[in-house]
């Protein structure tokens, strides 16, 4: 059963702790990318990564920290720095390391009190 | 830099009829453009990609259209079905460079009544 797998789908966390959200995916492609959502806007880059060892920042990196050990793996911390951390955190990945369809994770969604 | 325009008011239509939305651009014409379908709750699903050179694209009753001179695509379900009910993103490259970033709008919710 190949795709993009998420976990937790709902997580809920104290203000000031850093948390880490997971994603793994088996469909051996290169790119891997995490995404914000907040009601009534469209999804915002956090980091990508095009190959294994190597990220990059997206648009709203800041408060967030990811690693990208494995191919296949690619968790995204949500530091205490992130000022607005409660939203919908969707992970995805590309079979290229040039932009192609982004195949997308079922999400997790944060709450921070 | 490159931003996208989406309708934000929800498109109600009756079921039967012919749904269009609408994705403006702001800057220079991308390479290609996307469309994603998102259900609440869930991950966006990847409907259609078209070219700059490609006019029009066709899936089952989905239509895309590209416009490059109105910076403008045309996302079209004919027929449409209460299944048909749901969020519609369109998403292109954040850069002419290929840079792996690709920017979302805001989506465009999609009602079909029976």
């Known amino acids: 059963d190949g795709g993009i797998t998420q976990s937790p789908k709902y997580l809920f966390r104290k203000e000031g702790q850093n948390v880490t959200l997971s994603c793994e995916q088996n469909?051996?492609?290169?790119?891997m990318y995490w995404y914000r959502q907040d009601p009534g806007q469209g999804l915002r880059l956090i980091y990508y990564?095009?190959?294994?060892?190597?990220?990059q920042k997206g648009d709203i990196a800041e408060g967030y920290s990811v690693s990208r050990e494995k191919k296949e793996s690619f968790p995204l911390t949500v530091t205490s720095a992130q000022k607005n951390p409660t939203a919908f955190y969707l992970c995805?990945?590309?079979?290229?390391?040039?932009?192609?369809?982004?195949?997308f994770g079922p999400g997790t969604r944060l709450t921070v009190t | 830099s490159q931003k996208i325009e989406q309708n934000s008011e929800a498109l109600n239509i009756q079921e039967g009829k012919t749904a269009t939305l609408t994705c403006n651009y702001t800057?220079?014409?991308?390479?290609?453009l996307q469309w994603y379908r998102q259900d609440p709750g869930r991950g966006p699903v990847f409907l259609l990609l078209?070219?700059?050179?490609?006019k029009e694209k066709r899936k089952e009753r989905l239509k895309v259209t590209f416009d490059t001179t109105l910076k403008q695509s045309l996302f079209h379900i004919t027929a449409s079905q209460p299944a048909d009910s749901a969020t519609y993103l369109c998403?292109?490259?954040?850069?002419?460079?290929?840079?792996?970033?690709?920017?979302f709008g805001q989506g465009t919710t999609l009602q079909v009544k029976p």
């Open positions: 998403a292109l490259d954040e850069d002419t460079g290929n840079t792996g970033k690709l920017i």
């Open positions: 469909l051996n492609h290169d790119a």
């Open positions: 078209i070219r700059e050179n490609e």
């Open positions: 990564s095009q190959i294994v060892n190597d990220f």
């Open positions: 800057n220079y014409s991308p390479a290609y």
């Open positions: 995805a990945s590309s079979p290229q390391r040039e932009l192609d369809t982004l195949y």
